[in-house]
């Protein structure tokens, strides 16, 4: 077979056959199909998608390329939950405890981030201590005695996924259904759940911020989940607006930690409150979720799941050496503060990379003071840039020229979450 023939195929509108698509894959997989070829096939899928048998036999091919995990030695029912990605993003770290707690084996495998959009490991990673690699039988007897633990997934874990997803971060083919769907979802099957809740986005935050693609790429999603025996649902969540205050690791981390005290945000918990009591019916488990984080034992679990991996739950997070304020410009209503633009300012802090090999700084991140509805005046201070290299702020201050929209009168208070999807 020839990559050439595969492209010019694609490109043109053309079906790949089942063979030419996992000689793909495995090629890919193996290094032995360039990485211009690879990108050249990628942007030809991102034009003219896949029909649901290619997606069914790309995807199938993008498991095949690694090992799949059995977690059926467990005695706790298994659920995982999986976001498309956001800004302030920090939903993870709240429910993979509050779900354990509740009685559930969370085998959360996660990513770094890349771009705006924050990554859970790199989150986690700014805890003292917290180690995200966990080898498969210890990653086994965290979850049979924490019920909880968020690591990364090991090199075997849909391997091809780790070559696409580089080359389509730097190529621009990351925005495709069938590139997500395959892509999530073959390392959540990959992983061993039994059952997966989605968190869909949509808004300028998301991958795909139109919240039509974003149901096409939840009912894709369901349906590949299905297909593979994991029971899938979907709730499709906006991402117009940063979620909670924070965007930037150790930020975020503190935030996380008020959630789990009883406090924290309200769409944070919200977000967090919904998802679990889906995960929790998923599991057969008979228990509430808003109670159990209100006993105290999501924190409970938190504590050990951070203490099982290295970490030390009581070590002061990380502060960074520079402050800034970003400042009304004029008065009036906030209707919105753009999720995309925050997350870029954040990352161009420090919090993020712009190679996968790039270092992430823990303290580097925005926090806001403001938020959608809040009246201001010319000079309030809307957000507080961290950074340890005040080089960085003029960059982050940019990102945030127009990402205030004032309004004469408070906007009208939008659903968080638009809607849910059982089936494919
Ligand atoms: N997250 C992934 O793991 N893959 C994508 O393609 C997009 C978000």
């Not at 490991?121 to 979850?143: C, H, N, P, S, Y």
């Not at 690591?151 to 190529?171: C, E, H, I, Q, S």
């Not at 507080?384 to 929209?405: G, K």
């Amino acid at each position: 077979m020839n990559a050439v023939d595969l492209i010019v195929a694609k490109r043109d509108g053309g079906e790949l056959s089942d063979q030419e698509i996992n000689w793909f894959i495995s090629g890919v997989t193996a290094g032995r199909i360039p990485p211009e070829q690879a990108a050249a096939l990628l942007m030809a899928i991102v034009w003219r998608g896949l029909s649901d048998r290619e997606l069914a036999t790309w995807t199938a091919a993008m498991i095949h390329s690694g090992r799949r995990l059995d977690l059926s030695a467990l005695d706790r029912p298994t659920v995982d939950k999986h976001s498309t990605g956001g800004v302030g993003d920090k939903v993870s770290l709240v429910l993979c405890p509050l779900v354990a707690a509740c009685g559930a084996a969370v085998p959360q495998l996660s990513g770094r981030g890349l771009g705006h959009s924050g990554g859970t490991l790199d989150k986690m990673e700014a805890i003292t201590g917290w180690r995200a690699e966990v080898g498969f039988d210890r990653f086994l007897e965290q979850l049979g005695q924490v019920g909880a633990v968020i690591a990364a997934a090991g090199d075997d874990l849909a391997p091809a996924d780790r070559v696409l997803y580089a080359l389509r971060d730097v190529t621009g083919t990351v925005a495709s259904v069938p590139l997500i769907a395959s892509s999530i979802m073959s390392k959540k099957i990959a992983e061993g759940t039994a059952g997966l809740v989605l968190d869909v986005k949509f808004g300028s935050g998301a991958f795909l911020p139109d919240p039509a693609d974003g149901e096409i790429l939840a009912r894709t999603m369901v349906g590949l989940g299905q297909a593979h025996g994991v029971e899938t649902v979907a709730l499709l969540t906006a991402m117009d607006q940063p979620l909670g205050w924070a965007a930037g690791n150790a930020l975020e981390v503190a935030e996380a930690v008020d959630a789990l005290a009883g406090g924290g945000p309200a769409d944070l918990v919200e977000v967090t409150l919904a998802l679990a009591r889906e995960m929790v019916a998923m599991a057969h488990l008979d228990a509430d979720p808003a109670t159990v984080l209100a006993s105290g034992r999501a924190m409970d679990t938190w504590r050990a799941m951070v203490g099982a991996q290295g970490g030390d739950p009581d070590a002061p997070l990380p502060v960074a050496r520079e402050v800034d304020q970003w400042r009304a410009p004029a008065d009036g209503y906030v209707n919105r503060i753009d999720a995309l633009a925050v997350g870029t300012a954040a990352w161009r802090l420090g919090a993020g990379r712009a190679r996968k090999e790039d270092p992430v700084s823990p303290v580097a991140g925005v926090r806001l003071l403001r938020t959608a509805g809040d009246h201001v005046t010319a000079g309030t201070p809307l957000a507080e840039l961290h950074t340890d290299n005040p080089d960085l702020l003029p960059a982050a201050h940019e990102a945030l020229a127009d990402a205030l929209t004032l309004t004469p009168t408070p906007p009208p208070s939008q659903p968080l979450i638009r809607t849910r999807i059982a089936e494919g």
